[in-house]
Nanobody, 131 residues
């Protein structure tokens, strides 16, 4: 099990940028695939981006590809990683609570996009994009 704490949300105008951070701590955090999901009011939680254990591979939803970039800093002591979501060219429809998620995997390159496959979640951070 890992502990996830998100930060970096806020209010930004359309066309602007934000960078979210998720600090993951736990004994085996380096064995986890990490992702960002988001949930807007009255909508289901949806996948945004995922990064592999190694940090080499990433995948994005169609709605954020070419605007968002996920990255991972594995340079810690092995028990602490940070995952970032750089969000550029933000649109009002990006307004949502953004959640960091993690799941253990034995594979260095695996990516997962279904929320039910993730075992650990952060508390979420609000992103609001004004028009």
């Amino acid at each position: 099990q890992v502990q996830l704490v998100e930060s970096g949300g806020g209010l930004v105008q359309a066309g602007g940028s934000l960078r979210l951070a998720c600090t993951a701590s736990g004994r085996t955090v380096s064995t986890y695939t990490m992702s960002w999901f988001r949930q807007a009011p009255v909508r289901e939680r949806e996948f945004s981006a995922a990064v592999s254990r190694s940090g080499t591979y990433a995948t994005y939803s169609d709605s954020v590809e070419d605007r968002f970039t996920i990255s991972r800093d594995n340079s810690g002591d092995g028990a602490k990683n940070t995952v970032y979501l750089q969000m550029d060219s933000l649109k009002p429809e990006d307004t949502a609570v953004y959640y960091c998620a993690a799941r253990s995997t034995p594979y260095l390159t695996s990516l997962y996009t279904t929320p039910t496959t993730y075992t650990d979640w952060g508390q979420g951070t609000q992103v609001t994009v004004s028009s």
